[in-house]
Nanobody, 115 residues
Framework: QVQLVESGGGLVQPGGSLRLSCVVS????????MGWYRQAPGKQRELVAR???????NYADSVKGRFTISRDNAKNTVYLQMNSLKPEDTGVYYC?????????WGQGTQVTVSS
């Protein structure tokens, strides 16, 4: 059974930081590119960052220089370090393989950036 369990979200003030984690089970994590996606209120889900099986990152322009994606293949975990958060970063954050696979969506973790 495939599971992707996100955690680490919360309420943070503009300029603050959060670190998201996603623990994966049920498939061979280490050979799959992984991505962090977010869905803002009233908007479609979008790719925020992705990391290759070898650890090479790629970012959406909106988060470049502020977010860092990484992975630990020994722990079947992908991370998203988010710094200098802005109100427009608010949304539910999900991890999934890249490209996304519809059957793998988990519950996500809510990130709210507000003063």
């Amino acid at each position: 059974q495939v599971q992707l369990v996100e955690s680490g979200g919360g309420l943070v003030q503009p300029g603050g930081s959060l670190r998201l984690s996603c623990v994966v089970s049920g498939f061979t994590f280490r050979i799959n590119p992984m991505g962090w996606y977010r869905q803002a209120p009233g908007k479609q889900r979008e790719l925020v960052a992705r990391v290759s099986s070898g650890g090479v990152p790629n970012y959406a322009d909106s988060v470049k220089g502020r977010f860092t994606i990484s992975r630990d293949n020994a722990k079947n975990t992908v991370y998203l370090q988010m710094n200098s958060l802005k109100p427009e970063d608010t949304g539910v954050y999900y991890c999934n393989v890249y490209p996304q696979y519809s059957a793998f969506w988990g519950q996500g973790t809510q990130v709210t950036v507000s003063s």
